[in-house]
């Protein structure tokens, strides 16, 4: 089932999202040629302006693009779940688990798509300017004196725990967007308010969570740094990675029961 | 024989408003029972909960002895009210979908129903018109062999040419183990159908009876009977 439901998830989001994940190389592939054509004109200055005025509208599609995309994932989860669609996809003989499991999946797949989208957007934008292998030099320079200072197991647990807190914060972030709609319907009015007043208080709470695990995580830290401080680093990363990890238990455990005991549709 | 919809003790608030009063009900299987009342009077309100789409306040509504979760929603057909069928989609996209979905849905059956109602299979549900789109949902919600098929308002939106067809196909699909609940005010339309009738006022039935049981007892049309009852 949650495969079928991931497939017609994947389709939903992908028709508003991968026009966008092409528009937004194919701009910068324009703008790239247009950069590289010159026109002398007798107005130096206008020569500047419209130089400035194409990265301007470049670097606006690109965010006006990020954002779109993310405001669409999230459009998908309130009218799929408690829109009009909720009408279809709540009669469908799936778990809530699934239902919930597809819909993240698919808002994953499609923000990564999204990423490598304004990746090579900014690799078409900046080609032949020098920017990348400057930027390929910094990080060999920095993997360089980690490998130097780290002992080849702590550099390769703080690389796995990197890896990892990368999808879990995306994963976390979405969630706790989808746990402040839930919590939204809660309300009999104003919902929509509702939700973003529900996500101001999920974003204070679990910063308020992180610095208290923070001070605990810290205290430790200093007991390790005099006797290992490449152990100090790998906990401090490790201690971010496994509150991540809880944040997004909590919330789709949250949104789960939000949709199969406390569903109310209008 | 075992009850296909059981309700017990059934409340529903909606804030500070009651909407289901202690609603008791029993349907057995192979019945096609007609769901009356005046505006607010808590049929869609029951219908929903039969569906799982709503959370009872106090009381339960069990499907085959199963309360309203996955296991019921593979036996059950519902018909909303409103249109909620995904606008990007086509008819012929919806099909396919269902029969992924469902094992118990009839996929020429459904073709066959849309090419009799002239709806076009290839065109988005978004550029249809309402009555269009309702005609799609109602097609898709009979193509399944489900045991229980709960239809709210399934004739309220189309012309009057499609409401005889619509009722032909709900006794055409009625099996002797299938349910069917429809909820309506066009009782007229109804009437010729119906085995049973359940009368709902302020969230709680009133009247519980075969059809013809009231024709018999009160000496006139449900229709007419209606009209009686809830005289404004």
């Given at each position: 089932?949650?495969?079928?439901?991931?497939k017609?998830?994947?389709?939903?989001?992908?028709?508003?999202?991968l026009?966008?994940?092409?528009v937004?190389?194919?701009?910068?592939?324009?703008?790239?040629?247009?950069?590289?054509?010159?026109?002398?004109?007798?107005?130096?200055?206008?020569?500047?302006?419209?130089?400035?005025?194409?990265?301007?509208?470049c670097?606006?599609?690109?965010?006006?693009?990020?954002?779109?995309?993310?405001?669409?994932?999230?459009?998908?989860?309130?009218?799929?779940?408690?829109?009009?669609?909720g009408?279809?996809?709540?009669?469908?003989?799936?778990?809530?688990?699934?239902?919930?499991?597809?819909?993240?999946?698919?808002?994953?797949?499609?923000?990564?798509?999204?990423?490598?989208?304004?990746?090579?957007?900014?690799?078409?934008?900046?080609?032949?300017?020098?920017?990348?292998?400057?930027?390929?030099?910094?990080?060999?320079?920095?993997?360089?004196?980690?490998?130097?200072?780290?002992?080849?197991?702590?550099?390769?647990?703080?690389l796995?725990?990197?890896?990892?807190?990368?999808?879990?914060?995306?994963?976390?972030?979405?969630?706790l967007?989808?746990?402040?709609?839930?919590?939204?319907?809660?309300?009999?009015?104003?919902?929509?308010?509702?939700?973003?007043?529900?996500?101001?208080?999920?974003?204070?709470?679990?910063?308020?969570?992180?610095?208290?695990?923070?001070?605990?995580?810290?205290?430790?830290?200093?007991?390790?740094?005099?006797?290992?401080?490449?152990?100090?680093?790998?906990?401090?990363?490790?201690?971010y990675?496994?509150?991540?990890?809880?944040?997004?238990?909590?919330?789709?455990?949250?949104?789960?029961?939000?949709?199969?005991?406390?569903?109310?549709?209008? | 024989?075992?009850?296909?919809?059981?309700?017990?003790?059934?409340?529903?608030?909606?804030?500070?408003?009651?909407a289901?009063?202690?609603?008791?009900?029993?349907l057995?299987?192979?019945?096609i029972?007609?769901?009356?009342?005046?505006?607010?009077?808590?049929?869609?309100?029951?219908?929903?909960?039969?569906?799982?789409?709503?959370?009872?306040?106090?009381?339960?509504?069990?499907?085959?002895?199963?309360?309203?979760?996955?296991?019921?929603?593979?036996?059950?057909?519902?018909?909303?009210?409103?249109?909620?069928?995904?606008?990007?989609?086509?008819?012929?996209?919806?099909?396919?979908?269902?029969?992924?979905?469902?094992?118990?849905?009839?996929?020429?059956?459904?073709?066959?129903?849309?090419?009799?109602?002239?709806?076009?299979?290839?065109?988005?549900?978004?550029?249809?018109?309402?009555?269009?789109?309702?005609?799609v949902?109602?097609?898709?919600?009979?193509s399944?062999?489900?045991?229980?098929y709960?239809?709210?308002?399934p004739?309220?939106?189309?012309?009057?040419?499609?409401?005889?067809?619509?009722?032909?196909?709900?006794?055409?699909?009625?099996?002797?183990?299938?349910?069917v609940?429809?909820?309506?005010?066009?009782?007229?339309?109804?009437?010729?159908?119906?085995?049973?009738?359940?009368?709902?006022?302020?969230?709680?039935?009133?009247?519980?009876?075969?059809?013809a049981?009231?024709?018999?007892?009160?000496?006139?049309?449900?229709?007419?009977?209606?009209?009686?009852?809830?005289?404004?």
């Open positions: 089932m949650l495969t079928k439901l991931l017609y998830e994947l389709k939903a989001a992908g028709r508003q999202i026009p966008l994940c092409v937004m190389p194919a701009w910068s592939a324009i703008a790239r040629l247009l950069g590289l054509v010159h026109v002398s004109l007798p107005w130096p200055q206008v020569e500047q302006l419209l130089g400035g005025l194409l990265v301007t509208g670097a606006l599609v690109l965010f006006g693009g990020s954002c779109a995309a993310v405001v669409f994932l999230v459009m998908r989860y309130y009218r799929g779940f408690y829109g009009d669609e009408y279809f996809v709540h009669l469908l003989p799936a778990s809530a688990s699934e239902l919930l499991g597809a819909k993240l999946l698919a808002a994953l797949v499609w923000q990564l798509c999204t990423g490598i989208s304004m990746t090579l957007s900014l690799a078409i934008l900046s080609a032949g300017t020098g920017i990348w292998e400057g930027l390929w030099e910094v990080l060999g320079f920095v993997w360089k004196n980690a490998a130097d200072l780290l002992a080849p197991i702590s550099l390769t647990s703080l796995v725990e990197l890896l990892l807190l990368i999808p879990l914060s995306a994963v976390s972030g979405l969630l967007i989808y746990a402040a709609i839930s919590l939204g319907q809660r309300m009999r009015e104003n919902r929509i308010l509702g939700a973003i007043a529900a996500y101001i208080v999920l974003n204070l709470a679990v910063s308020t969570v992180a610095g208290a695990v923070n001070a605990v995580v810290g205290s430790i830290l200093f007991a390790l740094s005099d006797f290992s401080p490449e152990l100090s680093l790998i906990v401090s990363v490790g201690a990675v496994l509150l991540a990890a809880a944040e997004c238990a909590g919330a789709f455990f949250f949104c789960r029961w939000s949709l199969a005991k406390k569903l109310e549709l209008a | 024989m075992e009850p296909i919809l059981e309700c017990s003790g059934l409340y529903k608030n909606y804030g500070l408003r009651r289901l009063n202690g609603v008791e009900l029993t057995y299987p192979g019945r029972v007609g769901l009356l009342g005046p505006n607010g009077s808590g049929k869609t309100t029951l219908i929903k909960l039969a569906a799982g789409l709503l959370q009872p306040t106090a009381g339960e509504v069990l499907i085959a002895g199963t309360m309203p979760g996955v296991q019921t929603k593979a036996m059950v057909s519902y018909l909303p009210d409103r249109t909620g069928l995904p606008g990007w989609m086509c008819a012929r996209e919806l099909i396919a979908l269902m029969e992924e979905f469902y094992l118990d849905f009839d996929a020429a059956a459904a073709r066959e129903m849309l090419a009799r109602l002239q709806v076009p299979e290839g065109a988005k549900m978004k550029s249809l018109s309402k009555g269009t789109q309702e005609k949902q109602l097609i898709l919600t009979m399944r062999r489900a045991r229980l709960l239809l709210d308002e004739i309220g939106g189309v012309d009057p040419a499609a409401r005889d067809y619509i009722l032909d196909t709900i006794l055409s699909n009625y099996r002797r183990e299938a349910t609940l429809i909820s309506t005010h066009l009782i007229a339309d109804l009437e010729r159908i119906v085995d049973q009738v359940v009368l709902m006022q302020d969230g709680r039935v009133r009247l519980c009876a075969e059809a049981e009231i024709r018999a007892e009160s000496g006139r049309s449900i229709d007419a009977y209606f009209r009686e009852v809830y005289r404004c």
